[in-house]
């Protein structure tokens, strides 16, 4: 089974910190994706990337970037760390012959 | 833009009852709608997928959902509700991006099941 792999189950910064969310697959997926889930608003689509050092805005980028300097890793950043950026992180890598998403365990990130 | 809305933040069922999740998605038909479930503390993991072969889709843990076009709906449904089926469930679509398809996911819905 693929496995993505996210470095931090729980993470807590303070306001102006530059933040590091780091996730790995071990399945040679081209497609990574970094969502935020909020309670009442689902999953929101940050940031994508569909090959090596390409990456495409989501719905939500601002605040954000990402960095996919190897097929399996994919980092997402938060460059001055804001409290409405408190949520749970998730990492997804995608099978591209089924489209099924496979998730990370998630990320609870506070800023205080 | 797709779009997809769950109808109802939370849900609840007794055991054994039937279990209906509503999702609805925008007005074009996308190329593929899931079902997606989260278990308390982990990540989402699929529960079925829809891609125009049938209409009616078969999932896992007993689930099934139906593809209705003239309703745009994709419904989730379970005959008999167990205790560990309480979870939080999302409904997503995928729309065409840059490098392939992106997926959009509803706002989820939480299902309690009461003993």
């Known amino acids: 089974d693929v496995k993505v792999t996210q470095s931090s189950r729980y993470l807590v910064k303070r306001t102006g910190e530059k933040v590091f969310l780091e996730c790995v697959q071990d399945m040679d997926h081209e497609n990574m994706f970094w969502y935020r889930q909020d309670p009442g608003l689902g999953l929101r689509l940050i940031y994508f990337s569909y090959d090596v050092k390409m990456k495409e805005k989501g719905d939500i980028p601002e605040g954000y970037s990402v960095s996919r300097e190897k097929k399996e890793r994919f980092s997402l950043i938060l460059e001055s760390a804001s409290t409405n950026q408190t949520s749970m992180y998730l990492c997804?890598?995608?099978?591209?012959?089924?489209?099924?998403?496979?998730f990370g365990s998630g990320t609870q990130l506070s800023v205080l | 833009a797709q779009s997809v809305t769950q109808l109802g933040s939370h849900v609840s069922v007794s055991e054994g009852a039937l279990v209906l999740l509503r999702c609805n998605y925008s007005?074009?038909?996308?190329?593929?709608l899931f079902w997606y479930v989260q278990y308390p503390n982990q990540g989402l993991q699929l529960l079925l997928k829809?891609?125009?072969?049938?209409?009616l889709v078969k999932g896992i843990n007993g689930f099934e959902a139906e593809f209705k076009k003239s309703e745009t709906s994709f419904h989730l449904t379970k005959p008999s509700a167990h205790m560990s089926d309480a979870a939080e469930y999302f409904c997503?679509?995928?729309?065409?991006?840059?490098?392939?398809?992106?997926?959009?996911f509803g706002a989820g819905t939480r299902l309690f099941v009461k003993a």
């Open positions: 829809y891609t125009s072969a049938a209409t």
């Open positions: 997503a679509v995928s729309e065409t991006g840059t490098g392939g398809f992106k997926t959009i």
């Open positions: 997804a890598s995608k099978d591209p012959t089924n489209e099924k998403l496979f």
């Open positions: 007005s074009s038909v996308p190329p593929y």
